[in-house]
């Protein structure tokens, strides 16, 4: 009986001994990722980034992949605020590396820093492994990027922005392929553009077997010893290999066009409102190679850029602008794709005509066209408009009203939200009425994805009529488009819209 019941207990004792292992096992595991996760870096966000949105991106994978791209990978201090990020593999271990940009809260008016993030394997965490300042200090107009300036297929940090005086800046540094002795190849500032060259290369270079030609870098600065305020001087900078910087091979006058110095002096007078004022309206591109138009819209009221092109238009918020020697930088993010972003800089050509140059600051390289550089002449005034109609009419942009038509009707409110309604189906959106030189126009933008187009202009035309006691009031709406000869008629009839309330 004795044995019997040492039998029993033998196994039973082996049950529980098994037990408290495992159970122990498995706590000590849990400690040790708590307490790995304590030992790694905290991950911070982009505090008010000064081109993140603060709206929530449309899909849930758009906001997944660019969380993932704008998340910095170590902790910066309380007093650091990141204003751009890169993420990707940067040499042959599986972590990605990072390319941060960022500057003091506590000196808004120092330099933008760049720091390469690099992962340690000993230590099984991310760290800064170099930093250096740049010459840019307006976080608004950064831009990073990472480029094979000189042809070697190795990687290149290159940060452009403006400082306080309104300088155009491009610091350059160049990544070795093994260890972190990054370097300075360029620095360079100027009181107008700098433009990167990119010069084709050749089919060897792209698979892999031969190096390719370096880019050059120009300025576009104003001749100091003109009395021209639009004549400029190119210098030319190119890759010294000896060096191992770049350094200046030319010089070049560029002789600007001959507009009365009065007029340059105010709208280049250093703040950035009379050249807004300048460019509120529609601008049509000059240049030929191009079968299909191209329009930019700068709504200085709305805060909102408008490319268009044949049937596609995209619409930006107008972020920020800052003044140049020559114009203005203007920083904007696309309404839809909060991940795209474009810094336009724009200088001035004539009292009619500006030079645009486009930066695709892209997370998420979706729908890039990267064509819209270039001459840019204003469109001609309405025809049969009437400037000074225009200066004395007023309107209201949203309105409290219902029309009804033949086979539809509107209803509009004053939250500048419409709802259209035909043949059973309704569609909502935005409105607003506006004048375009003396003309009001009215512009429909569709929130539905089933439809055909988003948007749609139509001139509106007002009129009253007696129906026996009753006085009606009509409006009646005619499709355009906005044209090099100002607003086009497309044909598709007028259609007839009674005041109900």
Not at 295 to 306: C, G, L, M, N, W
Request: charged residues 25%; aromatic residues 10%; hydrophobic residues 35%.
């Amino acid at each position: 009986m004795k044995h019997r019941h040492i039998n029993i207990f033998v196994p039973l004792f082996f049950i529980i001994t098994l037990g408290v292992i495992v159970y122990f096992l498995f706590n000590q595991q849990s400690f040790s990722v708590r307490n790995a996760q304590i030992r790694q870096t905290k991950v911070i966000t982009p505090q008010t980034n000064s081109y993140i949105s603060d709206s929530t991106p449309d899909s849930v994978a758009e906001r997944m992949a660019y969380e993932d791209l704008n998340l910095s990978k170590i902790a910066l201090a309380s007093d650091e605020q990141i204003v751009s990020i890169i993420t990707q593999n940067m040499d042959a271990d599986p972590q990605d590396e990072q390319i941060i940009a960022y500057r003091k809260n506590t000196d808004l008016n120092g330099p933008i820093m760049v720091a390469y993030i690099d992962f340690d394997e000993a230590t099984g965490l991310y760290n800064k492994a170099w930093e250096q300042p740049t010459l840019a200090t307006k976080a608004r107009t950064v831009r990073l990027l990472l480029k094979d300036l000189i042809g070697d297929r190795s990687n290149c940090i290159i940060l452009e922005g403006l400082n306080d005086s309104g300088e155009q800046t491009l610091t350059a540094f160049l990544i070795p392929t093994s260890g972190y002795d990054i370097k300075k190849i360029a620095e360079m500032k100027v009181d107008g553009t700098i433009v990167i060259t990119e010069t084709d290369r050749s089919q060897a270079y792209a698979m892999g077997i031969s190096s390719g030609a370096a880019f050059t870098i120009s300025t576009f600065g104003r001749d100091l010893e003109s009395t021209n305020l639009l004549d400029q001087i190119e210098i030319k900078y190119a890759y010294n290999k000896d060096s191992g910087v770049y350094e200046r091979i030319g010089t070049a006058r560029i002789p600007g066009n001959q507009i009365e110095q009065r007029q340059i002096r105010e709208l280049l007078d250093g703040t950035a409102g009379k050249f807004e004022q300048f460019l509120n309206g529609l601008w049509y591109y000059t240049g030929s190679g191009q079968d299909v138009k191209q329009y930019i819209y700068f709504d200085v009221a709305k805060r909102e850029i408008i490319f268009y092109e044949d049937k596609t238009q995209e619409v930006y918020r107008w972020q920020n602008s800052s003044s140049t020697r020559y114009g203005i930088y203007i920083s904007s993010q696309n309404l839809s794709v909060t991940t795209l972003r474009r810094l336009i800089d724009i200088s001035l050509e004539t009292k009619d005509s500006i030079v645009i140059r486009i930066f695709e600051d892209v997370q998420l390289k979706i729908g890039i066209t990267g064509h819209w550089d270039g001459v840019y002449q204003k469109v001609a005034k309405t025809l049969n408009s009437s400037p000074a109609a225009a200066e004395t009419r007023t309107i209201d942009a949203w309105v409290n009203a219902r029309y009804d038509g033949a086979s539809d009707s509107i209803v509009f409110d004053t939250n500048g939200n419409f709802e259209k309604t035909s043949q059973g189906k309704t569609v909502t959106g935005n409105y607003s009425f506006y004048l375009q030189n003396g003309i009001e126009i009215l512009e429909l933008r569709y929130a539905s994805s089933t439809m055909s187009v988003n948007r749609e202009v139509y001139k509106v035309e007002r009129r009253e009529l007696n129906k026996g006691p009753v006085r009606q009031k009509i409006m009646e709406l005619t499709k355009v488009r906005l044209g090099i000869n100002g607003i086009e008629n497309v044909n598709e009839g007028t259609m007839q819209y009674v005041l109900v309330k």
